[in-house]
């Protein structure tokens, strides 16, 4: 069964920089498609940034220069470096990976707030 965990979500003012993780289990990392969603409440969830298994990006206009996807497939882990924040910024961060395809696997979440 595959599971991921989010992690290094938090509070922080406008301009700050925040770090999360996403860890994945089980054995399907290294041939995934990882990506990064965002759903702020009362909207729907949004692509933040993508990266394939060879580390091909690709990011929301919202982000582009100010967050900066990474992975790491030796510990079946993907980061998304947020610089710059912003208030609009807000939401529930979710990883997302996709398997051969077809198999979608969702975390958890974890919730990001921007504010003074």
């Known amino acids: 069964q595959v599971q991921l965990v989010e992690s290094g979500g938090g509070s922080v003012q406008p301009g700050g920089s925040l770090r999360l993780s996403c860890a994945a289990s089980?054995?399907?990392?290294?041939?995934?498609?990882m990506g990064w969603f965002r759903q702020a409440p009362g909207k729907q969830r949004e692509l933040v940034a993508l990266?394939?298994?060879?580390?091909?990006?690709n990011y929301a206009d919202s982000v582009k220069g100010r967050c900066t996807i990474s992975r790491d497939n030796a510990k079946n882990s993907v980061y998304l470096q947020m610089n710059s924040l912003k208030p609009e910024d807000t939401a529930v961060y979710y990883c997302?990976?996709?398997?051969?395809?077809?198999?979608?696997?969702w975390g958890q979440g974890t919730q990001v707030t921007v504010s003074s």
């Open positions: 089980g054995s399907i990392f290294s041939d995934s498609n």
């Open positions: 990266i394939t298994p060879g580390g091909i990006t």
């Open positions: 997302r990976a996709v398997s051969r395809g077809i198999y979608i696997y």
